[in-house]
């Protein structure tokens, strides 16, 4: 059963802490995404990778790492840099070459992460 | 900055009638647009996408695009309650991301 795998599906932090949110896809596609959204605002890009051991910047990169070790993983670590954590994070992925212009994105169940 | 605009809402029509979400885009270099259903606490699920000017049905669900115009629409036909959600408009930006609006929330009432 294929699909995308966000966890934990709550997450707290500390102020000061860094967290991080995990995604995984069996889907095999080659390119992943974090958006983060906030109550409306939509959805705004982080960061994104089209192939492994390679990512890029979003529009809102500030306050956030990214690692593509494996083609299935994307981790998303939130640092204390990062002044308002406070949101719903999505994970998604896509075919190569065309694919988002052709398939879209599917994403995964989504993180809600809190300041406490 | 590229941007996709959307009327927030909350569009309120009663079960059974058509429902008619609007999109405008900035980037003309755009070449997909694509709605996406999210109920509250939930994540985005693709309804449709299209990239041909003119029309496109699947089922109750009729996407429209105008490229000269850089507006798309979404008709839902027969409207439920269970369609009761934010719908979100996205758009390719570049050959790699999509650029999202921040949704039009419709609420069909029974």
């Known amino acids: 059963d294929g699909g995308i795998t966000q966890s934990p599906k709550y997450l707290f932090r500390k102020e000061g802490q860094n967290v991080t949110l995990s995604c995984e896809q069996n889907?095999?596609?080659?390119?992943m995404y974090w958006y983060r959204q906030d109550p409306g605002q939509g959805l705004r890009l982080i960061y994104y990778s089209q192939i492994v051991n390679d990512f890029q910047k979003g529009d809102i990169a500030e306050g956030y790492s990214v690692s593509r070790e494996k083609k299935e993983s994307f981790p998303l670590t939130v640092t204390s840099a990062q002044k308002n954590p406070t949101a719903f994070y999505l994970c998604?992925?896509?075919?190569?070459?065309?694919?988002?212009?052709?398939?879209?994105?599917?994403f995964g169940s989504g993180t809600r992460l809190t300041v406490v | 900055q590229k941007e996709v605009e959307q009327n927030s809402g909350p569009l309120s029509v009663p079960e059974g009638a058509i429902a008619s979400l609007n999109c405008t885009y900035s980037?003309?270099?755009?070449?997909?647009f694509f709605w996406y259903r999210q109920y509250s606490g939930k994540s985005p699920e693709l309804i449709m996408f299209i990239y041909s000017n003119g029309d496109k049905e699947d089922g109750r669900f009729t996407a429209q695009l105008n490229k000269a115009s850089q507006y798309v629409s979404l008709l839902i036909r027969d409207s439920q309650p269970s369609d009761s959600a934010t719908y979100l408009c996205a758009a390719t930006s570049g050959y790699s991301t999509l650029t999202f609006g921040k949704g039009t929330m419709l609420l069909v009432s029974p």
């Open positions: 998604a992925s896509s075919p190569t070459g065309t694919g988002p212009a052709n398939y879209g994105y599917t």
């Open positions: 980037d003309r270099g755009s070449q997909s």
């Open positions: 889907l095999n596609h080659d390119a």
